[in-house]
């Protein structure tokens, strides 16, 4: 069956190329069920140095987006298709041994669980100092004199002694801390920060957001944030790209898709926010289900939940799969049939 064509559009000759560049990608994990069509055509761009946020709600593809883009899903039986354009190399195509250049040198991740993703039989200070060696040519001990250096820019206290501490022994933001110096020891271009927040409390995760923000502004790097955590992507991001059913149904500045959202929903996970202003409302919350990743709908993979399809004419939402469209103001585009002026009036959030 040949594959769909993406809907990308193609750069114009006044653009400049993107650093990053995920055209049609595609994921899907064989089962005893069937294929599950984890990411559907997803699309995104990222310029040097920019900051980008991915939401949704969870399922929505957010995770293994990032996991492709590192090539974490390669040796396994996922299948995976479209490009990621990274610095003009398509990665997809790229085996193990082709990837090693790229993953942690040049594109480093923040993992969701720093617990998990530590290894809790080795120290944090040789588990950095690894990942320092693998891409650079240097003596273990230069390796810790970087890695304790790193464990101070990231705010560890007595970064000498915690060289020597294993995971366990740290608290969840000290974890946390620790796992952005393994993922910046190397200074990559780019870095993808899956929910770094997530379990921590307010005032380590503004801690968390200022050390990235400041590391960022030090190397030049581009960022993209993972999260379910709108308030995050408003503080930290210039650039939203919100994911349903695996792939992207609008994409903005995050100002743009805050004041004016153009797809229903983006105007459901806003609402659902709660609102220091409204202190007696209960919260609005989107109903019914995302589609089943097993069996996806013909049309709109919204269809089902949203509050006006019943405005576009013979049922097209359910029997047509929306494109990414021009939704009003400048990069703003959003995967929806019913135009963002109609959907502005009708006044529905969810």
């Not at 400049?16 to 990411?39: E, K, N, Q, S």
């Not at 792939?247 to 004041?259: G, K, L, N, T, W």
């Not at 589609?291 to 019943?310: E, K, T, W, Y």
Request: aromatic share 6%; with cysteine; proline share 8%.
């Amino acid at each position: 069956m040949t594959a769909p064509v993406s809907d990308t559009p193609t750069p114009s000759l006044n653009d400049p190329v993107p650093f990053l560049d995920i055209r049609d990608l595609r994921v899907a994990f064989p089962t005893d069920d069937g294929l599950v069509h984890a990411v559907n055509g997803m699309d995104l761009t990222l310029g040097r140095g920019e900051t980008v946020g991915i939401v949704g709600e969870s399922g929505s593809g957010k995770t293994v987006t990032s996991q492709a883009l590192m090539g974490l899903l390669k040796g396994t039986r996922a299948q995976v298709g479209g490009q990621i354009l990274f610095d003009g190399t398509d990665l997809v195509p790229l085996g193990e041994n082709e990837m090693r250049p790229y993953r942690g040198k040049r594109i480093g991740m923040i993992f969701q669980d720093p617990l998990s993703a530590m290894h809790p039989f080795y120290t944090v200070g040789k588990q950095i100092a690894e990942a320092y060696r693998v891409h650079n040519a240097v003596s273990a001990k230069a390796a810790k004199a970087q890695s304790i250096d790193m464990l101070a820019r990231v705010g560890i206290a007595d970064p000498v002694a915690r060289f020597d501490a294993y995971p366990h022994e740290f608290s969840g933001g000290m974890r946390q801390r620790a796992m952005i110096a393994m993922a910046l020891i190397c200074e990559p271009e780019l870095l993808i920060a899956d929910e770094p927040t997530t379990a921590l409390d307010v005032t380590v995760q503004a801690q968390i957001l200022d050390l990235i923000a400041s590391l960022q502004a030090e190397t030049g790097s581009s960022v993209i944030y993972v999260t379910h955590d709108l308030g995050v992507v408003a503080e930290v991001c210039e650039r939203v790209v919100v994911m349903y059913g695996g792939q992207c149904v609008e994409e903005a500045e995050v100002r743009d898709a805050f004041r004016s959202p153009a797809h229903p929903y983006t105007r459901g996970l806003l609402a659902s926010m709660p609102s220091m202003a409204d202190t007696a409302g209960r919260l609005t919350p989107i109903p019914g289900f995302p589609p089943s990743l097993l069996n996806l709908p013909q049309g709109c993979l919204f269809a089902d939940r949203c509050p006006v399809s019943h405005l576009v004419p013979d049922d097209r939402c359910r029997t047509e799969r929306p494109q990414l469209a021009p939704a009003g103001g400048e990069d703003h585009r959003a995967r929806c049939f019913v135009p963002a002026s109609v959907l502005a009036a009708s006044g529905t959030s969810s």
